[in-house]
């Protein structure tokens, strides 16, 4: 069942098993005994595919949040920090993204308790563009504007946030899946090309 | 009503991947009078599992009671493909966090 959707069944090129009649026997104290899955065979062979696509470069902002005005309109300092992006670079052509922990980052709109956000937060800010130069400006803009934004019942007046660094980070490329289906072969094989070499050993 | 939280009766409580686009939860028992306790109680139904992760049962895409493991055991399709850009949990591994304490009714 360990990274499954499902325990009953396991699909792979040329059919799949239905182990939902499968019995599980103490065979001795180590060892169990499984008998009765079925192998279904399936009307066309299909094989898996997966593949993965560049989306850009990209930079990573870190941003600290104390002030329980600015944690509770958080998404007001984030809103104003994307304008000033948009501003700059255009709406299209690169993407930022505002990820606070201290409120629902680990599980996003799932998490039941991201009306009652922590004493303090990070905002990790995630900016990805064609070029290294511009996802860093994009990410400079996405982070440092935070800090400038103006919320009318802030008490400060010297700046928003609090900065970790007073600079942005490189991180690696970004990628996001493009491709999960199923293609259809005529032969189970012909994807995958095997042959005999000499090791040399 | 006596309840005892989940994280008290199960022995292991986790997420992961399952694919590119799924998250899957394992609650899984020590013992059989805990398993049926939990899932006779409809604390874990499908039912509950929307309300308490605050999505529709549409998101639900396996749903087992798994005897031969004494698991409860569903799979939900993510918001957004493990590793894109915004997803904060690359392997699905703390997606389990809300489930610990739920209240499960002893009597």
Known sequence: MYERPNPFYEHFLGG??????????????????????????????RAKLEGAGKL?????????VR????????????????QQAAERFGTAGYELHYTVYGRDAVLGEMEPLRRSPAHELC???????????????????GTRQ???????????TAGGVA??????????????????HTVRVDDPLELFPTFITEAGV | MATRPLSDIAKTIRSK??????????????????????????????AAVCRIFGISASRITDYVEFDPALAIKF???????SGSPGDADTFGSQQYGPLLQIPVPID
Not at chain 1, 128 to 140: Q, S, Y
Not at chain 1, 146 to 156: D, E, I, N
Not at chain 2, 32 to 39: M, P
């Open chain 1, 123 to 141: 905002v990790v800010v995630q900016a990805i563009a064609p070029t290294r130069e511009m996802a860093e400006e994009v990410c400079m803009t």
């Open chain 1, 16 to 45: 799949h098993i239905d182990m939902s009649e499968c019995r599980y026997e103490q065979y001795d104290e180590r060892t169990t005994r499984i008998t009765g899955p079925k192998y279904v065979p399936a009307t066309e062979l």
């Open chain 2, 75 to 81: 799979t939900i399709m993510r918001s957004l493909t």
């Open chain 1, 56 to 64: 850009g470069e990209r930079y990573v902002g870190l941003v600290g």
């Open chain 2, 17 to 46: 991947n399952a694919g590119v686009d799924k998250v899957t939860f394992d609650v899984i028992f020590a013992e059989r009078a805990h398993y049926d306790l939990v899932r006779r109680s409809g604390v874990l139904s499908r």
């Open chain 1, 67 to 82: 002030d329980p005005y600015t944690i509770a309109n958080i998404d007001a300092v984030i809103a104003w920090a994307r």
């Open chain 1, 163 to 180: 900065f970790l660094l007073d600079e942005v980070l490189p991180a690696s490329p970004a990628y996001r899946w493009t491709v999960n």
């Open chain 1, 146 to 156: 935070m800090f400038y934004a103006r919320l009318p019942a802030v008490k400060g």
